[in-house]
């Protein structure tokens, strides 16, 4: 059995696995795949048994495992007017193909999938002198929630992982750093007043203005005066407000508000001295507004959480991934992959993959035939490497 890495590519695109629903048929799609080829994956569930992570080794157990990592979920298409069915992959005869996921990150395990035949004649062969690990993974779209688990479960398994590539779209040029990014709610209770009589109010909207603001100054102040890393796209760590909600009417003075903003920083740096400081400023608003309400309240809760990523210089798979890609180094970006989340369990990691990180989360999201081209021949080149003594 042999398929095109085009042909795998519809099949996962044509599963909607926006992240607010299940990714189940996609991962037991995949898992009966593989199973055709004889071999056998270890799914890790969330806690209500809707999701799942996946697991595949090819090669003997007792070989270390270099692992081939991308995330089954996509974003939504909610709001986006496109051309063409987002989840029916579609072939303009322009060189690309347009679908949702098909860039970030479905292309990648299409091509991975497509090989695997291959990849078991190099097991059974006897060829392989470390295995090949297939990892799919659930809720990265939503702040890399899922693969921890699956991390937890190859630690508790005594899976020796030597190394990990993360197939995002880097238009297959190796990203060897990234930023971490946090999430954080805040809710803002003050008290309500019909709107003739503000003063025996509190103001949550207003009172939740002046933190945004205090957000956006240290984000200014880190932009202007910051630690830069010129490795990066965007050389400082940022920090932005997301989304407000808060009110019922006009004439009603609003009990609450409240509001997500995200930090991105540099390796190196933490979320939580930016946090710190919005915390600072809350409790001196929240003296103020106790004058005039008692029971006003404002809470910063921790919704998600990514750690930066940077790779060792001196990792066996950056330097294999040098070697096949024909370059030296490579590039930090300003977005966050699970190559943290592997990276904090001692698992060493590049992120390389096909397609532009452009095009993901766009309507008429779509890779070229030719990054496929790319990947499936960089692949091929690994296996080659895997089945050679050192």
Known sequence: MSQSAQELLAELVRFDTTSRYSNLQLIEWARDYLLRLGVEATLTFNDDGGKANLFARIGAPELPVVLLSGHSDVVPVDGQVWDSDPFALTDKGDGRLYGRGSADMKGFIACVLSLAPWFVELAQGGKLRQAIGIALSYDEEVGCLGVGRMID????????????????????????????????????????????????????????????????????????????????????????????????????????????????????????????????????????????????????????????????????????????????????????????????????????????????????????IEQLRQCLAWLRRLGDELTQEP
């Not at 180094?329 to 904090?344: D, I, N, P, R």
């Open 153 to 368: 479960r190859l630690v508790a398994d005594g899976v020796q992982v030597s190394g990990c590539i993360v197939g995002e779209p880097t238009s297959m040029q190796p990203v060897i750093a990234h930023k971490g990014i946090a999430h954080y709610l805040c809710k803002v209770s003050g008290r309500a007043a019909h709107s003739s009589l503000t003063p025996q109010g509190v103001n949550a909207i207003e009172f939740a203005a002046r933190l945004i603001t205090h957000i956006r100054k240290l984000a200014d102040a880190e932009a202007s005066f910051g630690h830069r890393q010129s490795l990066y796209d965007v050389p400082f760590t940022t920090l932005q407000t997301g989304t407000i909600n808060g009110g019922t009417a006009c004439n009603i003075v609003p009990k609450d508000c409240e509001f997500m903003f995200e930090c991105r920083w540099l390796p190196g740096d933490s979320p939580e001295r930016f946090v710190d400081s919005v915390r600072d400023y809350a409790a001196t608003l929240l003296l103020e507004m106790r004058e005039v309400a008692p029971e006003a309240d404002v809470q910063i809760q921790p919704v998600v959480y990514s750690p930066a990523f940077e790779s060792s210089e001196d990792s066996a798979v950056r330097r294999i991934v040098a070697r096949l890609c024909g370059c030296d180094g490579g590039k930090g970006v300003a977005y966050t992959t699970e190559a943290g989340l592997f990276s904090e369990a001692g698992i060493a990691c590049v992120v390389l993959g096909p397609g532009n990180i452009e095009q993901a989360h766009r309507p008429d999201e779509y890779i070229e």
